[in-house]
């Protein structure tokens, strides 16, 4: 059974407004488990509103998003928040890591919402930071942090509650080369090593060809559904 489904999904900002912009145009999609999906195309045509719907952070217009079993949108607000928190991992473009918190104090963050046990929460948020390798770091404020360890604590935090689903929207758009470079090899050994599925946009399509496959929006649908290679 697929992870994540898609079902003629559409998505319209501002409806009836002088402003109203359709975005999505009936996408229809399926990721099944442990798979890499790049997700590319030109600015403005759609990526970041396909990775909210899917990441619960937005609704569509029209049609279904399915996590597992799950159809969101049936669901509830409150409900969606407790699975952006159990199911879902996102990492952006900006970290968005808590300024006033520790590397460890931010990881922790989605397992304190949970409501899980401190003692398991600082176990697991250990693993988590030698897992992307910046145990070191553990105390440091974010502003303590280089660009490259903010976006590998924000990748930890993501990873807090074992998502199903591992989102990531440009993660590597503000590093440099190098920097973007070792964070794209922690994603893929993440996700490989873990079976952990993964969706990510980028404009790197020497990237998007280490994907599973590579999904190009264009003109609000799935123009190509390539298998690299
Ligand atoms: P991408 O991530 O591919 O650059 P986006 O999904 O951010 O594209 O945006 C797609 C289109 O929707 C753009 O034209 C953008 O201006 C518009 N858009 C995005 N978010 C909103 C919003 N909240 N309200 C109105 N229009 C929006
Ligand atoms: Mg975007």
Sequence with gaps: MSVLKLLDVYKTYNPGSHTQ???????DLEVEEGE?????????????????????????????????????????DSQLAQLRNKTIGFVFQAHHLLPEFT??????????????????????SSELLEKVGVLDRADHKPNELSGGEQQRI??????????RLLLADE???????KTADS??????????????????????????????RIIE??????????KPG
């Design 36 to 76: 890499i999906i790049a997700v590319i195309g030109p600015s403005g045509v759609g990526k970041s509103t396909l990775l909210q719907i899917v990441g619960a952070l937005d609704r569509p217009t029209r049609g279904q998003v399915w996590i597992d079993e799950k159809e969101l949108t049936r669901y509830s």
């Design 217 to 226: 929006l264009y003109d609000g649908k799935i123009k190509n559904n390539l």
């Design 154 to 163: 924000a990748v930890a935090r993501a990873l807090m509650n074992e998502p």
């Design 103 to 124: 590397a460890r104090e931010n990881i922790m963050m989605p397992g304190m919402i949970a409501r899980g046990v401190p003692k398991d929460l600082e176990r697991r």
């Design 183 to 212: 964070l794209h090899e922690l994603l893929w050994s993440i996700s490989r090593q873990f079976k952990q599925t993964l969706v990510i946009v980028t404009h790197n399509l020497e990237l998007a060809d280490k994907a599973d």
């Design 21 to 27: 912009v359709d975005v999505l145009n009936g996408v």
């Design 171 to 177: 993660p590597s758009g503000n590093l440099d080369h």
